[in-house]
């Protein structure tokens, strides 16, 4: 398994400002997800990030809404532009088992939790 | 696409008593499958997952999971449940053959535990 941290862990922001998430791992990932679950509701997948190239965004998600940096194997960044309260949501990060060929297996950081005023 | 269908969205059971939690899946291929249990203010963890071989699938907590292709389904079962069972219970399916797509996840089925 893998270690995930997030920072920070919550935050209350206002209108129109950015917020950037911090993901760190404690091994090297090829692959890094970056999700979304907002309120009592299921998670949804924003992008999947790889080391060294563009960011992979999924239908409804934009990259100037959710800018992602992934400048090495055990970092990761996603920014939430231009804040309104539907952005209001926890943001989560995942990656990809270690040695993965991979069967898909996720493991999940703990999570941001973000208010949006 | 897939796509992934809890239909519970609240399950009541007693302590002590027996679970099952519905997963049905729609996949046009051999899908991998997992159940993810998220505790209040807490984070996702892998409770078990189902790749290929043995349909029937063990995992933490004394969770099982049984495949079946026929139905489409992936229900996940706990014969005696714990006041510390309560959460939010996710299924989940990911594409095989590699890594570079992400999860679908279903909806989440709330379990409440009554004394």
């Known amino acids: 398994s893998a270690v995930i941290s997030q920072k920070p862990s919550r935050d209350i922001c206002q209108r129109g400002t950015s917020l950037t998430i911090q993901c760190q791992v404690d091994s090297q990932v090829t692959m890094m997800f970056w999700y979304r679950q907002q309120p009592g509701q299921s998670l949804t997948l924003i992008a999947t990030a790889n080391q060294g190239s563009e960011a992979t965004y999924e239908s409804g998600f934009v990259i100037d809404k959710f800018p992602i940096s992934r400048p090495n194997l055990t970092f990761s960044t996603l920014t939430v532009s231009n804040m309104s309260p539907e952005d209001s949501s926890i943001y989560l990060c995942s990656v990809e088992a270690r040695g993965g060929v991979s069967y898909n297996e996720q493991f999940f950081g703990p999570g941001t939790r973000l208010t949006v005023l | ?115």
């Open chain 2, 1 to 115: 696409a897939q796509s992934v269908t809890q239909p519970d969205i609240h399950i009541t059971v007693s302590e002590g008593a027996s679970l099952e939690l519905r997963c049905n899946y729609s996949y046009g291929a051999t899908p991998y499958l997992f159940w993810y249990v998220q505790s209040p203010g807490q984070g996702l963890q892998l409770l078990l997952k189902y790749f290929s071989g043995d349909t029937l699938v063990q995992g933490i907590k004394g969770f099982e999971a049984e495949f079946k292709r026929s139905q489409s389904s992936f229900n996940l079962r706990k014969p005696s449940v714990h006041w510390s069972d309560a959460a939010e219970y996710f299924c989940a399916v990911g594409a095989a053959g590699g890594g570079a797509d992400g999860l679908t996840f279903g909806k989440g089925t709330h379990l409440i535990i009554q004394p």
